[in-house]
């Protein structure tokens, strides 16, 4: 029976982290768990959510930073040249220019200066800074869950890749052994027309069922390589063959029993619902943001600045200061006030948002409990109509020998027996599907649920793949070098 985790559940981050020993590599034959590991690590929508809570964890920071202290240093070095007039006839020094003065050129006078300051700045109140600070909180608490969330639709996402595989196989196996068995009956039908026990549309009969399941086995086989390229977009990897589903797998009912039980869990661990809720402080913070808007802002300066000119006679010039700066806002031509009403509706859109989600929720988790029940019933269903459709057939052959039924009938009873058993194989893979869901919608799909249908599988038994021989050079999640902070 699979159990939902509900004594191990993983941490809200720890879902993110998971990757951290996760197996690399390029297996060939693989189980639903190693597959399972190399999505985790090499798949590019979660890798690209993780990235994104990395950013918002360093926006985080980025908020704190503005209320630690801000300190600067500047400086600045300067060569000036002044020329200087009076009574509007240039002067010159003695012994320059023309003899008695009066040179249409004065004196210049050369300034050379440096400078060096200073500044140091602590916020001492400011109530808009510290509410980003807030949202910026806020906003962690939401997109962790979102990486929770797409991490749980991942493992999701692989094990319907992989039984999509088993299924196209189970289904590819049916249709094959029934165009052998509609050629055999085409043989025969041949056979016996050229004696003269049966007509000649009865051969044309027997022809249109062949040429359906010819069809019918081309199709499958098309669908079965599909389902091969899809795992490989989720892993990064090309596998030639993985573990068969047990023939032995207990379809037993959803544990627990009660579906309002396990919207109560949903309603607990679902991390679109909890992320839905977390979005309301988010817009509740925003709000709170705007509102700063129209309070005082007081912070701490210091500054120290120092110059030294070779014009004025001091060796050099220095200046301190220390005080306080206190501002507030008295008119931002309405601004201030139009945001604090959006922030407003945009807080009461994201209440609307967590109400939707809620009611999605619900209604996705009591449709995949009855989906789950009843496919435990249709499991067995599906195996008792092999059992009569097996029956049907040899009856109806019987009769054919005889000759009180037609060779319509015995190619009508072989098309539904091997209908019946790509139906079992289709159920069997429903029913484990639709567990995973279940705990998926309930938020409760972790590493633990997947080792549990893994031991389900079967090393025995493999489905293969012969894959086109096509060069892979591309390496995993090559996405170039990353920026680096300068050192």
Do not use: C, K
Not at 132 to 156: H, M, P
């Amino acid at each position: 029976m699979l159990r939902p985790p509900f004594a191990r559940r993983f941490p809200r981050r720890g879902l993110a982290v998971l990757v951290g020993f996760l197996m690399a590599g390029n297996a060939q034959a693989a189980d639903l768990w190693t597959i399972a590991q190399d999505a985790l690590d090499n798949d590019a929508e979660l890798s690209s959510t993780q990235a994104g809570f990395r950013a918002t964890e360093a926006a985080r920071d980025v908020q704190r930073g503005t209320l630690l202290p801000q300190i600067s240093v500047g400086g600045n070095a300067s060569h000036s040249r002044v020329y200087n007039s009076a009574n509007g006839t240039f002067q010159t020094p003695p012994g320059e220019g023309a003899p008695g003065g009066g040179s249409p050129f004065a004196q210049d006078d050369t300034v050379n200066s440096i400078g060096l300051s200073l500044d140091a700045e602590q916020a001492l109140y400011d109530p808009s800074r510290r509410a980003q600070l807030e949202r910026a909180e806020r906003e962690i608490d939401r997109d962790a869950l979102g990486v929770d969330a797409a991490t749980q639709q991942l493992l999701f996402n692989v094990a319907n890749a992989y039984f999509e595989i088993l299924r196209a196989h189970d289904v590819l196996s049916a249709r094959r052994a029934q165009e052998v068995a509609i050629s055999r009956q085409l043989e025969q039908a041949r056979e016996r027309f050229e004696v003269g026990l049966i007509a000649i549309t009865d051969v044309h009969e027997a022809q249109a069922s062949y040429d359906l399941a010819r069809a019918q086995r081309i199709a499958a086989e098309g669908a079965m390589q599909v389902s091969f390229e899809a795992l490989e977009r989720l892993t990064g990897h090309r596998y030639d063959s993985i573990d068969a589903l047990d023939e032995d797998v207990p379809i037993t009912p959803p544990e627990p029993a009660d579906r309002e039980e396990w919207v109560a869990l949903a309603m607990a661990n679902s991390p679109l619902v909890l992320a839905a809720e977390a979005g309301i402080e988010v817009a509740r913070s925003s709000v709170e943001v705007a509102r700063a808007g129209q309070r005082p802002v007081v912070s701490a300066f210091a500054n120290y600045g120092w110059t030294d000119s070779d014009r004025t006679g001091a060796d050099y010039q220095s200046e301190s200061q220390v005080g306080l700066r206190a501002s507030l806002p008295l008119y931002t031509g309405g601004s201030t006030q139009a945001q604090i009403r959006q922030s407003g509706f945009l807080l009461e859109a994201s209440q609307y948002d967590f109400e939707a989600q809620r009611r999605d929720t619900i209604q996705q988790v009591r449709s995949s409990f009855t989906l789950a029940n009843n496919n435990v019933e249709t499991v067995e269903a599906r195996r008792q109509a092999i059992v009569s459709n097996q029956s049907a057939l040899e009856a109806t052959r019987s009769g054919y020998e005889v000759g009180t039924r037609n060779i319509v009938d015995v190619l009508n009873a072989e098309q539904n027996l091997f209908n019946a058993i790509a139906e079992h194989a289709e159920a069997r893979y429903d029913y484990v599907l639709s567990l995973l869901q279940l705990q998926l919608q309930a938020g409760l799909l972790g590493p633990d649920s997947i080792q549990a249908v893994n031991a389900w599988l079967s090393e025995q038994e493999r489905v293969s793949l012969e894959l086109p021989d096509e060069a892979n050079n591309n390496p995993v999640m090559n996405i170039g070098e990353r920026p680096r902070a300068p050192s």
